[in-house]
Every structure is written in C-alpha cells, then in structure tokens.
C-alpha cells in the first residue's frame, strides 16, 4: 500500500464501529487534540481514522473543512513511520480537534507528530 495516499479503506465510516470505538476505546488528550483509539484485529488497513472537527466550534462549514484537509494532509504525510512502527497491530483511530482558533498548516503538522508518536507509545505499552 502506498504511504503518501490516505485511501478509502483507510478511513473509518462504519457506524457500528465507531460506536465499538466510543464506548470500549481508551482515549487521551494531547492539545489541540482528543485522541480515541482502540486495538481492533480486524480491520482493512494498519489504521482506519476518522476527523472530527465541531461544529459547535467552527460554525462556518468552510472553516470546519479547511481544519480538516489540514489535518488529512499532515497524517497523509506522516503515517509512514507510524505503520512501520505498528508492525501487526491494526487499530480504529479518532481525531478530534479541540481549540477554538484556525490552525496554521504548520502547527497541526507539528501536534500529528507528536501525537502519532504518543500514539505509538500507548499502544506498544
């Protein structure tokens, strides 16, 4: 599977499982972002992913829209290093943006880094 592309498989969609993923997933909180995660042996890719941005938040669905292709690009270009580390374990992963100003591309580039990498922290502990 190529690395520089965020496909439909790798996308989480399925209702029942993000409804398994709301109510069994572990979470943590890593500004300006809420991460829900859980180990699932099943799943179609390494890691299906789902965005989430308020609308509560953003109002506006262009500003939603624009925080969210900003952080599809910056996981598109960083996921890489991420599968590699997983080795066999898949998990359903959701990202939730929490603050309340529009992002520079940079600075949501910088918190998927981190994040990723805590990420792989909590999940290989």
Not at 69 to 97: C, D, N, P, Q
Not at 116 to 122: A, G, I, V, Y
Request: charge should be positive.
């Amino acid at each position: 599977m190529p690395m520089q592309t965020f496909t439909k498989s790798e996308r989480l969609s399925e209702k029942i499982a993000l409804d398994r993923l709301f109510q069994t997933g572990k979470s943590f909180n890593c500004f300006p972002f809420k991460v829900v995660w859980k180990e699932v042996p099943e799943a179609a890719a390494p890691v299906q992913l789902v965005i989430s941005v308020p609308k509560r938040i953003f109002k506006r669905a262009v500003d939603r829209n624009l925080v969210k292709r900003r952080i599809r690009e910056a996981y598109r270009r960083h996921k890489g290093s991420f599968y590699e580390s997983l080795g066999e374990k898949k998990l359903h992963v959701m990202l939730m943006y929490t603050a309340k100003t529009l992002p520079e591309y940079k600075d949501v580039e910088d918190k998927i880094i981190s994040v990723l990498e805590r990420l792989h922290k909590t999940v290989i502990s």
